[in-house]
């Protein structure tokens, strides 16, 4: 055996290449393998734009792979709760014939699915999935983007789209983001490729000014040069004092406007009440940053703003979303005829970037309604904020059976307890998971999958982030093909997350046709690609890539040629040149927005003497949401989420740092460890999400941290148009709680 060994060592190593799938980063990786099993993963340093750039997720693949969390086999739960290995093709059978009775009993409606962050993975799943879904006549199709940034899309129809896109990153003098925390996120607006290395390149050559909106002191906000440390919720109002000072001023790019842009007057008389004075004691920051930042943003030759979840969590995401798109289209930062266009098409199909609007789209286009809050489909999609009530709520159209794809309810949707309750309710809840998570521990039928580096994979996802909202996506003609780099372990019995929805098709009689879904709305480039799969033979994941990739501007094929990913030049196009007479136009004065933002005018950007303080969230750079907690080199390196506070505040409430606190909120309370961030505005508490437990099973701050998703509820404050409801800065009391929590917490001033 030990000679064995030494001989394997003298070897040259097995080393391949592929990409990570965990975030829309797509960052190109080399995975070393011994035996069959990826021991390692390290940057591809001869992939270009990237120059070896991963973080501690991506190298933590292995582990994901090959840990002990890993589920090998499909599970069945008994009557009794307990989870019991079951084969897969078992499974599919006992899964298609329930929800076959179900549709029969109470029509297609009753069957929903809801799809999470893991569908990046291998995103033609999502199409064999939604494939499925129509096949059975059922529109509750859910996707988690309604509890992330939806305004975005809104925003987007009610704004219009450039399809030129914008000029590149490393030509912008200033860049502002805005409850952002792309460091960290690698998100929203921001080159996703190093960006770290991107910004450092940005600033330290004198070329761009940083600008954040942040009520801490971020990753992201030590770089900048002007950091507006505001009072959560108060973007709307910064930004309409920004337009105001660049109107006011005339600094705005005139012949752009009177060109491509509808909507001026409006927009110039609903800011005007948010002078810097007004909005200075309203989001508490001074007027002069305010004004500094204006002039800045507007006299650069080239600007770009990035919205995060703060101001969508805050319940302020479709305004902020939309005044941002505004502020970049009064200041013309859009390209032009015979600029080279930043974010061409290599995966996704070749389309005509002109230098012309595509003009705003419906809000609520015609759609599926739901039965609860007077909600349904929109611009951003179906409200996922409600699907817990639409599954609780009796009579006609009940959802009674939930397949969840990727995502995990549990531990992300806001309302824990509800979320318990209806999914409890079910008639059928299947989970595809490869790990028991907290989802998984309540699902009737948890589907093992195959993980990232057991498929193959393109950069698709990196490249149609660019339909998540203005400024996504990577920028560069670049292209990248991995096949699956190891097989899956030995003994195990997995199924491709698109061969659970393949195979109840199969069972239940059904064709399934795969539309290409990159994103929705009209300005997404043809989703309108329909293939029907063969529902005979089998299709392998290289098939369903292909299938996926058939339009591409880049034939795949060309692709696979480069294993480190490329920049195809021969996919380098320049914007062309309006067409004559072309009427749309940008409009920058939607009228639901200005009437919005006038309310907005008089939200107080005091806190309440009950709940004085505000939670915010924060991410962590271990953690993709609740996927990485079961990883030793992860979860188990960070296994709690402090409740970060200013030091003064701790000092005030006499709470030491790890302390439990009690934080308490309209809605609900959680039990978490006090710590310090002194970035952080004073009266925030800044927490990590998807942490905890079920609320049935024994959470304990310092070994599983909390769900913060009991502070807040579904239905009390919610965006009427997409559902979601306050996520972040939320009004929080606190209190010591005391180590064994017996007889309830101390009171401590601050929660009286
Ligand atoms: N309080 C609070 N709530 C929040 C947020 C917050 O900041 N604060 N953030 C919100 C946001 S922005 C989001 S996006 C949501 C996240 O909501 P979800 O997408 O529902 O949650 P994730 O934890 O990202 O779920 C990913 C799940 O997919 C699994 N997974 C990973 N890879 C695969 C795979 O290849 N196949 C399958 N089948 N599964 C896989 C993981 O193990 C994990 O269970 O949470 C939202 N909720
Ligand atoms: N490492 C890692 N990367 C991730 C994820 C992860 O969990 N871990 N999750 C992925 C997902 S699903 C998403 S959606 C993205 C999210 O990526 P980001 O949008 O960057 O999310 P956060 O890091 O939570 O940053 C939100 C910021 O908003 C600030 N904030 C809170 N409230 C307000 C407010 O009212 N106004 C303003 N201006 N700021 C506010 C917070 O202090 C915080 O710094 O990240 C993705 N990438
Ligand atoms: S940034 Fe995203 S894609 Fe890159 S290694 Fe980390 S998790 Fe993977
Ligand atoms: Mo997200």
Redesign the pocket.
């Known amino acids: 055996m030990a000679e064995k060994d030494e001989a394997a060592s003298e070897k040259q190593p097995d080393i391949r290449t592929s990409m990570c799938?965990?975030c829309a980063s797509n960052c190109p990786i080399l995975v070393t393998v011994e035996h069959g099993r990826a021991v390692k993963v390290a940057g591809d340093r001869s992939a270009p734009m990237f120059e070896g750039y991963t973080c501690p997720k991506g190298r933590a693949l292995p582990e994901q792979h090959n840990g002990p969390a890993r589920l090998l086999h499909s599970l069945k739960r008994h009557p009794n709760g307990s989870h019991a290995p079951i084969a897969s093709a078992r499974a599919l059978d006992e899964i298609a014939a329930k929800v076959q009775t179900i549709l029969d009993t109470y029509g297609p409606r009753s069957v929903a699915l809801?799809?999470?962050?893991?569908?990046?993975?291998?995103l033609p799943?999502l199409s064999v999935a939604l494939g499925w879904m129509k096949a059975i006549g059922s529109p509750m199709a859910f996707s988690?983007?309604t509890?992330?940034?939806p305004g975005a899309h809104i925003a987007q129809a009610a704004h219009g789209y450039w399809p030129a896109g914008h000029p590149p990153f490393d030509t912008a003098q200033a860049w502002m983001v805005i409850g952002l925390n792309p460091l960290i996120s690698k998100s929203g607006g921001f080159p996703p490729n190093n960006p770290g290395r991107r910004l450092k390149e940005a600033v330290e050559s004198g070329r761009m000014r940083l600008i954040v909106i942040d009520p801490r002191r971020t990753e992201t906000a030590q770089r900048a040069h002007i950091h507006l440390q505001a009072r959560p919720g108060q973007d709307p109002a910064i930004l309409a004092a920004m337009i105001h000072v660049i109107l006011k001023e005339a600094l705005h790019d005139h012949e752009f406007v009177a060109q491509e842009v509808t909507g001026i007057d409006a927009l110039r008389r609903a800011v005007g009440p948010f002078t810097p004075e007004f909005v200075a004691r309203q989001a508490d920051v001074p007027a002069g940053m305010i004004i500094e930042a204006a002039r800045l943003f507007a006299a650069s030759r080239y600007a770009g703003v990035g919205c995060g979840?703060g101001p969508?969590?805050a319940l302020t995401g479709s305004l902020t979303e939309y005044l941002s798109l505004a502020l970049m289209t009064i200041c013309g930062f859009w390209s032009r005829a015979g600029d080279e266009v930043t974010r061409p098409n290599v995966f996704l199909p070749s389309y005509e970037p002109r230098a012309q609007a595509m003009p705003p789209f419906p809000i609520r286009p015609d759609g599926p309604k739901l039965r609860v809050r007077g909600l349904g489909f929109s611009a951003a999609g179906m409200p996922t904020a409600a699907l817990a009530d639409e599954i609780l709520l009796p009579g006609e159209g009940q959802i009674k059976a939930l397949f969840?794809?990727?995502?995990?309810?549990m531990?992300?949707?806001?309302d824990q307890a509800r979320t318990a309750r209806a999914l409890q309710s079910l008639e059928l809840l299947v989970?595809?998971?490869?790990?028991m998570?907290?989802?998984?521990r309540l699902s009737d039928y948890v589907?093992a999958?195959?993980?990232?580096l057991e498929m193959p994979a393109t950069s698709v996802v990196a490249e149609a982030a660019k339909y998540l909202g203005h400024l996504r996506g990577i920028e560069g003609p670049f292209g990248h093909y991995a096949p699956a780099a190891v097989d899956p372990p030995e003994g195990s019995d997995l199924l491709a997350?698109w061969e659970l929805y393949y195979g109840l098709a199969q069972r239940m009689g059904l064709p399934i046709s795969m539309t290409s879904h990159f994103g929705i709305g009209p300005h997404v480039e043809a989703t309108e690609q329909v293939d029907e799969l063969d529902m005979v033979n089998t299709p392998s994941d290289e098939d369903l890539l292909a299938i996926y990739s058939r339009r591409s501007r880049v034939p795949l094929d060309m692709v696979k040629a480069h294993p480190h990913g490329h920049i195809f030049d021969e996919a380098r196009c320049t914007v062309l040149p309006k067409r004559p007479s072309h009427p749309a136009r940008l409009d920058v004065g939607n009228g639901d927005m200005m009437a919005e933002l006038a309310r907005h005018a008089v939200v107080s950007g005091e806190a309440s003497t009950r709940f004085p303080f505000t939670l915010i969230?924060r991410?962590s750079n271990r953690l993709?949401?609740?996927?990485g907690h079961s990883n030793r080199l992860l979860g188990g390196l960070e296994p709690t989420n402090p409740a970060y506070f200013h030091s003064s505040d701790l000092t005030a409430l006499d709470i030491q740092a790890r302390d439990r606190v009690r934080l308490s909120s309209a809605h609900g309370s959680v039990v978490a460890i006090a710590a310090v961030d002194d970035g952080l505005r004073p009266k925030c508490v800044s927490?990590?999400?998807?942490f905890g437990l079920n609320p049935d099973e024994e959470e304990n701050p310092e070994t599983t941290g909390c769900n913060?998703?009991r502070?807040?509820s579904a239905d009390a404050e919610y965006d009427i148009v997409t559902g979601i409801p306050r996520?972040?800065a939320v009004p929080v009391a606190v209190e010591l709680a005391r180590r064994d929590d017996e007889g309830g917490p101390r009171q401590t001033t601050a929660a009286l």
Do not use: Q
């Open positions: 799938r965990i809801y799809y999470g962050t893991g569908i990046l993975n291998f799943t988690v983007s509890i992330d940034k979840v969508s969590f969840c794809l990727g995502g995990n309810p531990m992300a949707w806001p989970c595809a998971d490869p790990e998570s907290a989802t998984a589907i999958p195959k993980l990232g997350d969230s991410r993709m949401n609740s996927a927490m990590t999400h998807c913060i998703g502070l807040l996520m972040g």
